[in-house]
């Protein structure tokens, strides 16, 4: 009964200002319609003066046609775990080492003063940026669970409770994701980026090689000198950004070495070191080929 009304009441349009508990699920709360609690939205405006923005770049934010939450299923598809068997054999595929090299030399000149300026392989950033989002090919997949970074977080703010991220951390859950967005729109504005069009996964990360959100002020690289950091649009920066991580996060051009950058880069082991390896190696022998035998 309830569905029915919350559908009844979307299709006509209305915005109500009622929420519910999931039982499913205690510690989130739905939130029908495209408004936040006022008191979220006042946390928001605070945090987003604070950052610097104007009273403008707020007011522009709030109105934009754009801005919305996602549906809870759209949250549990965003969510659901890798199928790394089919993953690794997508990318071991001979069509996706070719895609590899053809990403290779289209930004070798990057890549190379990547490698001088970190000690990092450019396979290992091309690794990353397959297994990734096969070269940004994922971001632009409507059939791919990736979307809109500012709605990801806006919708977190809104559905998420105010129960504390971690024992250590005692932010509440809802408050850490306006941090985030905060940030995100403060980074976006300092390097003239358009925050609707950053697509990226539910975790956070966001880019051709889906660098953390809270990664971007410390590890993010303006990798082809255009004055701005763009992860999505400019391959330079996203893979200078990646070597720039592995290179102050335990990597080493050893295999041992590359798996444990690996391993730091995705946050856990599992299976992702060893297929991005994998993968690694297979575009090693691709680029050191004789030109026409690959």
Not at 12 to 30: L, M, N, Q, S, V
Not at 178 to 192: D, G, M, T, Y
Not at 195 to 224: H, P, R
Not at 237 to 245: E, G, H, V
Request: aromatic letters at 10%; charged letters at 25%; glycine letters at 8%.
């Amino acid at each position: 009964m309830l569905t029915a009304l919350v559908a009844v009441l979307a299709l006509a349009g209305t915005e109500p200002h009622y929420k519910f508990e999931d039982r499913r699920d205690p510690f989130i709360t739905i939130f029908v319609g495209k408004k936040i609690p006022i008191e979220r939205e006042g946390y928001l405006r605070r945090r987003m003066s604070a950052a610097g923005l104007t009273e403008k770049d707020v007011t522009t934010f709030f109105s934009d046609s754009r801005l919305g939450i996602y549906s809870r299923l759209t949250m549990k598809n965003g969510a659901k775990k890798k199928d790394w068997d089919a993953l690794r054999d997508e990318m071991i595929a001979p069509a996706s080492i070719a895609a590899g090299l053809n990403y290779y030399r289209r930004h070798e000149k990057a890549l190379r003063l990547g490698r001088e300026r970190y000690g990092v392989l450019e396979t290992s950033a091309v690794a990353i940026a397959r297994i990734e989002s096969c070269f940004g090919t994922y971001l632009s997949n409507p059939k791919n669970p990736h979307d809109l970074v500012v709605d990801i977080f806006y919708t977190k703010v809104a559905r998420l409770s105010a129960r504390p991220v971690s024992n250590k951390n005692r932010t509440p859950r809802w408050q850490a994701a306006a941090n985030a967005l905060v940030e995100l729109i403060a980074h976006c504005k300092n390097n003239s980026l358009d925050c609707f069009a950053i697509k990226g996964s539910w975790a956070g990360a966001l880019g051709i090689t889906q660098i953390m959100l809270f990664n971007l002020d410390e590890y993010g690289v303006d990798g082809d000198s255009d004055g701005r950091v763009d992860l999505v649009g400019s391959g330079d920066d996203a893979l200078l950004s990646t070597m720039k991580f592995l290179a102050r996060n335990h990597y080493a051009r050893t295999r041992e070495g590359r798996l444990r950058g690996f391993a730091r880069y995705y946050g856990e082991a599992g299976r992702y070191p060893a297929i991005s390896l994998e993968y690694e190696t297979l575009l090693e022998k691709a680029i050191n080929a004789p030109r026409g035998s690959e």
